[in-house]
């Protein structure tokens, strides 16, 4: 039997999984995350990318039902271009988080503190997101939407001893339930009228406007809280600093994109049609995020919260191109909807590198200087030229000036 590129993110999901497994026996042997864990990662972030790339170089799409799940809902597994590139973009950011994560770790090494957790729920929080995007049922979805949100919650809740910390993670997890519940009331519409839980039955689901409204509504308020869509962006500026910094740079360089990819998928695959309205509310929330995330960017001095800001303002600019996408579909322009869905996944990709990177370079600092506030930082260049060199480039990118992927 030949290997498709679904095999490969099969393997993917399993390298993940053992990869969070093998933390486990961090308490007899302290070295199984630096010489097992990460390495696993790393190998399922390359397969992940490898399928992606794959499935977008041939441009097909390849399902497959497992036996798990429910005995009368087994879980549908699949993989097209679109579920392709946020797979690949998935795999992009692990792959350097699994190199970056040996070296990071180390001062938790020293000081004693537990791995256990940290290696096991950051194996989970990759296999979650894998899984969400390749989802092809709302059932196993939300099983991957909920590994993913309850990973990363004791992700952010690493530093536990710290009563701030743990207020952030308690925030994260309030506003990542609702927006659950918000997920799986929309999925619940769509299901109702398409008599079933798999996505293919639910595109073929006839739906008034009014049903069709408030499914669209749903899914936005469900996954616009994931993605730290304004106003319901609370959770990203307190959860994204607490965090460890490789952990920093999943949510922000990779999760909230998987956010994006269910906002995609339910609008433009699952709904029968896009209504322009639609894109005109998102157009303006997009708006509203790209100008109050950079304004209160402006306002901070703490280098990771001014990082989780920035998140916001970029989260805003890939929402305008989907709102411009969908204005141009719901009015019969399906090349310019075209256009401005390609605006939103280019943006995406650029915004998953270049703000992982700044994340990273970012815990570089805070390992070596001990300090947040970037007013009483200077001089880094002479002590750490390589990480100034690296951060710099996120800084230009991010400040979109040419030539680099963020002008």
């Known amino acids: 039997m030949s290997i498709s590129p679904l095999w490969l993110a099969f393997a993917a999901l399993g390298s993940a999984l053992l990869s ?6 961090c308490r007899r042997w302290p070295g199984a995350l630096v010489w097992l864990g990460f390495p696993l990662l790393g190998l399922s972030g390359g397969l992940a990318l490898s399928a992606g ?3 977008l170089w041939q441009g097909t799409a390849f399902e497959s ?3 798990l799940g429910l005995p009368w809902l087994p879980w549908h597994l699949g993989l097209d271009p679109l579920a392709g590139f946020f797979l690949a973009l998935i795999g992009l950011v692990t792959l350097p988080v699994s190199l970056y994560g040996p070296g990071y770790i180390r ?4 000081s004693g503190e537990p791995l256990t957790q940290l290696g096991l729920c950051t194996g989970l929080f990759v296999l979650g997101m894998e899984l969400v995007v390749l989802a092809a049922d ?5 099983i991957g939407w909920e590994l993913m949100s309850l990973a990363s919650y004791f992700l952010v809740a690493f530093h536990h001893t710290d009563s701030h910390n743990r207020r952030a993670a308690y925030i994260y997890l309030l506003m990542a339930e609702i927006g659950a519940i918000a997920i799986l009331l929309a999925y619940a519409v769509l299901a109702g009228f398409g008599g079933g839980f798999d996505f293919d039955q639910m595109h073929l689901a006839s739906l008034s406007t009014g049903w069709a409204t408030t499914a669209f509504l749903l899914a936005l308020a469900g996954f616009g809280m994931k993605a730290g869509m304004v106003p319901l962006h609370a959770w990203l500026p307190e959860a994204h600093p607490v965090a460890p910094s490789y952990i920093s740079a999943l949510m922000s360089g990779v999760m909230l994109k998987v956010a994006i990819y269910g906002l995609i998928r339910f609008t433009f695959d699952l709904l029968p049609a896009v209504h322009w309205g639609w894109g005109l509310t998102v157009m303006l929330l997009g708006s509203l995020s790209a100008l109050l995330g950079v304004l209160y960017a402006l306002m901070q001095h703490d280098i990771k919260r001014l990082l989780a800001y920035h998140s916001v303002e970029n989260i805003g600019i890939i929402l305008i191109g989907l709102g411009l996408a969908m204005v ?4 019969g322009l399906p090349r310019l909807a075209v256009l401005g869905l390609l605006a939103a996944l280019y943006h995406t990709l650029n915004h998953a590198i270049f703000k992982s990177l700044l ?16 007013e009483r930082m200077g001089g880094l260049i002479h002590g750490m030229p390589h ?3 690296f951060f710099l480039i996120g800084c230009i990118s991010i400040s979109a000036l040419p030539p680099f992927n963020g002008f």
Do not use: H
């Not at 141009?328 to 009015?331: E, L, Q, R």
């Not at 994340?359 to 390992?367: M, N």
């Open 387 to 389: 990480t100034a060199f």
């Open 107 to 110: 001062e938790y090494r020293d």
């Open 359 to 374: 994340f990273l370079g970012a815990g570089a600092i805070l390992q070596q200087t001990r300090e947040r506030d970037m």
């Open 53 to 55: 790339a794959w499935t």
């Open 65 to 67: 039902r497992l036996p």
């Open 328 to 331: 141009y579909a719901g009015n």
């Open 20 to 25: 969070g497994c093998s933390a486990l026996v």
């Open 138 to 142: 709302a059932f196993s979805f939300l």
